[in-house]
């Protein structure tokens, strides 16, 4: 790797850092918004020009608020777990291909940080450590609602797990590589992954909701059971930290959707337009926030749709009802592949 | 070099996070030092290039199955627990079984040297399509067997859960 690769992977890293952040921030201001208007309300409008600059005036007053640890807790674990929940949700967005790169001076400088060849199992191995922050933090409250609310976020979490994997190992046998930068290439031409494999995207988007536990499956900070579940006992930025990280995983998986099952930043006729190389690469990003702002208001638009579901129908709609389709998701493909003579 | 200095790092939490596992009188400490422990392990497979095993370490042991433990320590809340007095005989087996696995670990030990070990670094013995070719080619009945031996271990330890539900239902 030479030096300018180098420097501008670093730049790259602390730009998909803080686009991760100022996108969690604005979505808290769009899920109010949108919020106020499914139920005809105005909505956040006193700070700035249409409330604008209610996540600094948000931010501020977190970060200044009095911060209290309870006396019973375990001081140290309870100061680790908003700051791992936090670690991991910045953890995944390097591995996802933003554009298509850029050319200067003969060398190509793409826009992904990391293309390692395992980049799915990655996102899947920092999704699944990331309950840790959570576990963490709601046992050393030593609050029982905390530690009910850990319980059930740990629970849920592997539950679904383990059906959002085998969604993806459906895509991975038509692609035949983990590697995002080539299943967002293979899309280049062609039709959208969702095309062929639409059980295995709606399998993934439940799955995508549950994991980042947003309404209906917001179980863990059920507040009307379990006063604010794994945080109750959080003030201050460290409760800050479990909310931010929350959009920051919606901003996430948004992308990762946007990316397995719609294309990423190619769109249709994007090389029949005629632009240059650089200039589409600009277009291809911007192409990819739109369908990543898409995902988002379907995250917004189901929480202030649906009702909570009860614990049971949690675990029956994992187990019994994603789990088999799931399964059955992969033998269909698997046949359709064999029929089709695209296997080897 | 690089490599180096990670090699030394990684042995060095792994072997004191595992002294920790024993160590600790909390048993959610010990569980994350285990925790902590997996990870230097798995940063040794990334050293060794077997990114595939690196990642699949991470999501089996430390994601799935390290969360149960914690889950189930966290549900019986062991915290208060006395440990309870061993006996003189339970203690000198314990060292009479220790000092014989040293044994047969020393054995190994000495002749380490005539192994010879996968290419560090570039070695691509643990890439994702080599691993599938060796386990689904040149590797497919034992595989297929011990897959076969882990849904029963499964369909087994469903089974025992269920019997208890039914007696203490009737």
Not at chain 1, 193 to 198: E, G, H, R
Not at chain 1, 217 to 246: I, N, Q, R, W
Not at chain 1, 295 to 315: A, C
């Amino acid at each position: 790797m030479t030096d300018s690769m180098l420097i501008y992977k670093i730049i790259l890293c602390v730009i998909v850092f803080a686009v991760s952040l100022g996108a969690a921030a604005y979505m808290t201001w769009g899920e109010r918004k949108l919020a106020a208007w499914l139920q005809d309300r105005v909505g956040p409008n006193r700070a700035g020009p249409l409330g604008l600059l209610q996540p600094i005036a948000d931010g501020i007053k977190m970060i200044f608020k009095e911060e209290m640890i309870p006396t019973h807790s375990n001081r140290w674990l309870f100061i680790l777990g908003p700051c791992f929940f936090m670690l991991c949700a910045c953890m995944t967005g390097v591995v996802i291909p933003w554009g298509a790169g850029w050319e200067a001076g003969g060398t190509i400088f793409p826009m992904q940080v990391t293309d390692i060849n395992i980049g799915l199992l990655y996102l899947l191995g920092v999704v699944s450590i990331g309950v840790y922050g959570v576990m963490i933090g709601g046992w050393a409250s030593n609050n029982k609602y905390s530690l009910l609310g850990a319980l059930r976020a740990s629970s849920q979490m592997i539950s679904y797990e383990v059906a959002m994997g085998l969604a993806l190992i459906a895509l991975v046998m038509m692609t035949g590589t983990l590697s995002l930068k080539e299943i967002v290439g293979q899309q280049d031409q062609g039709l959208a992954f969702v095309v062929y494999q639409p059980l295995g995207f709606i399998i993934f988007i439940i799955c995508a909701f549950a994991e980042t536990n947003r309404a209906p499956f917001d179980l863990p900070e059920c507040e009307s059971e379990l006063v604010g579940g794994y945080h109750t006992e959080y003030s201050s930025m460290k409760l800050g930290f479990f909310l931010f990280a929350e959009y920051i995983n919606m901003f996430i998986s948004s992308a990762i959707m946007a990316s397995l099952y719609f294309g990423g930043y190619n769109f249709p006729f994007q090389h029949e337009l005629g632009l240059d190389g650089n200039v589409l690469t600009i277009v291809q990003t911007a192409v990819f926030f739109g369908k990543i702002f898409i995902f988002i208001f379907v995250f917004m638009w189901v929480r202030w749709t649906l009702p909570r579901f009860r614990y049971d129908q949690l675990m029956n709609l994992g187990w019994k009802v994603l789990l088999p389709l799931a399964i059955a998701n992969i033998i269909i493909t698997g046949f359709v592949m064999l029929f089709m003579g695209k296997l080897g | 070099m690089l490599t180096e200095y990670a090699f030394w790092f990684l042995s060095f939490v792994a072997v004191f996070s595992g002294i920790a596992v024993i160590l600790s009188k909390n048993p959610v400490y010990s569980v994350l030092n285990l925790i902590m422990t997996f990870f230097s392990i798995a940063g040794h497979y990334f050293l060794m290039n077997a990114q595939f095993l690196a990642a699949v370490h991470i999501i089996v042991y430390a994601g799935a199955i390290m969360v149960l433990f914690l889950y189930v320590i966290m549900m019986l809340n062991l915290n208060n627990l006395e440990t309870e007095k061993r006996s003189n005989v339970f203690k000198l087996s314990a060292v009479v079984a220790a000092g014989l696995l040293m044994t047969v670990l020393s054995g190994a030990i000495q002749t380490a040297d005539q192994i010879t070990l996968a290419e560090k670094t570039t070695g691509t013995a643990g890439l994702v399509e080599n691993l599938g070719i060796a386990l689904y080619r040149n590797y497919l009945l034992p595989f297929e067997l011990a897959s076969v031996l882990f849904l029963a271990a499964m369909v087994g330890a469903v089974y025992l859960s269920k019997k208890n539900l039914n007696e203490t239902q009737a």
